[in-house]
C-alpha cells in the first residue's frame, strides 16, 4: 500500500515534508495547498504533485493523508476538517495555543475515530533514540536530571512570532516533548524564567528570546531546558542524562565530523546550520513512523495527548515567568 498525501502550507517546514515523503517508501505525494501560489508552484516544480485549494485536498479520493504545515492558528480547524473527511492527519506542532481548543481537537478525533499524529519530530533523531533506547536497556541506571539545551541560530521573522503563540508554545514546546519521554513520568511542577536579551522587536511583540525552565516530576526527578533565539555559532541541539548508574549525552550534528589541529590550536567545522539540515533524517523516520502506523493499524507515536501535555507545559512555564512563582500542573 502506498499512502498518498497532501501538503498544506509550503512554507520552511512544509518543504522539509515534501523532502520527507519522497525520500520513504510506501509514500507518496500528490497535492500540495498554499495560500501563496509561489510557494506551492515551488514544490510542484521538484515533486511533480498537483496544486490544490485546501479544499479540493479534503474532498479528493486520491488523497489518503495530509501533512498540516500552516500556521499554527490554522491546525485545529484544518485537523477537525480533514478527520471528518475521513483523512489521516499528521499535524505540525502545537496542535492549537489554546489548551481547551486542542482537548476538543482531540475529542473531535476521537469521536471520527480519527488518525491524528503531531509533529514532534525529535524522537525520531537517530542520536536522540540510540540515547533514549539506552536509557531504557537500563545502561545508566534510573533517570535523574535531563538537560536539554535547544538555541536557535537567529530568531524567525516578527510576522511569524506573531502567530506562533511565543517562545514556551513554539519553541520550548519541542524541548517539554522531549522531557517527558525522556523522564518517563509526567511533569508536576514548571519553574521559568524569561528575558528579551537578543532582540527588543521581540519583546515589543510581547514575546521573549532567552529562557530558562526547570521540571520536576512526582518522584522528584528533574528537567532543565535552555533556550536562546540567538546562536551565534549555529543550531544548538544538545542532551544530556544523568542517572543513577552514569549518564548519557548526544552531542550537536556538524557540517563534518573531523577536527583540524594546527600551531593555532584546534578547529571544528560548523554547526548544521538550522532545523532544516539538522534534523533531516528525524524528519524522514517522523513521516516513516506515520506511514508504518497506518499501514499496521499501530497506534500513532506521538499523539494529540502528547501534543496537549506539551502545550499544558508552555502554558505553565509563561505563567511562571510572568509570576515569579513556580506552577503545579495539577492545581491548575
Ligand atoms: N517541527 C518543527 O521542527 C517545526 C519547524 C518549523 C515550523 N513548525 C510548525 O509548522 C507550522 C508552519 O511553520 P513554518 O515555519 O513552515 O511557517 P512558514 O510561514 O514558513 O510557512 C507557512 C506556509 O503556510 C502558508 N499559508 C498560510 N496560511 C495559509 C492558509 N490559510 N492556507 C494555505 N496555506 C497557508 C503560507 O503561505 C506559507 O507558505 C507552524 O505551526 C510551526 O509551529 C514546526
Known sequence: MTVKFGVLGAGRIGQVHARAIASVPGATLVAVADAVEAAAQALQDQYGCEIRTIDEIREADDVDAVIICTPTDTHADLIEAFVKAGKAVFCEKPVDLDVARARQV?????AEN???????QRRFDPDFRA????????????VEMVTLTSRDPGAPP??????SGGIFRDMTIHDFDVARWLLGEEVETVIAQ?????????????DYDSVNVILRTASGKQCTITNSRRATYGYDQRIEVHGSAGSISAMNHREANIEIATGDGYTKPPLLNF????????YAAEIAAFVEALRTGAPMPTTGLDGLRA???????????KTGQAVSLSAR
Not at 488518525?115 to 514532534?120: C, D, P
Not at 516578527?158 to 502567530?163: D, F, G, L, N, R
Not at 524569561?194 to 510581547?206: F, H, N, Q, R, Y
Not at 532545523?275 to 528525524?282: D, G, I, K, L, N
Request: aromatic share 6%.
Open 194 to 206: 524569561a528575558s528579551v536579551l537578543t532582540d527588543p522587536e521581540i519583546g515589543k511583540l510581547g
Open 106 to 110: 482531540i475529542e473531535t478525533v476521537a
Open 158 to 163: 516578527p510576522a511569524y512570532i506573531q502567530s
Open 131 to 142: 540515547l533514549k533506547a539506552a536509557i531504557d536497556e537500563g545502561r545508566i541506571g534510573e
Open 311 to 321: 502545550l499544558e507545559l508552555a502554558d505553565a512555564a509563561l505563567q511562571s515567568a
Open 114 to 120: 480519527g488518525t491524528l499524529m503531531v509533529g514532534f
Open 275 to 282: 532545523f532544516m539540515s539538522r534534523y533531516t533524517a528525524a
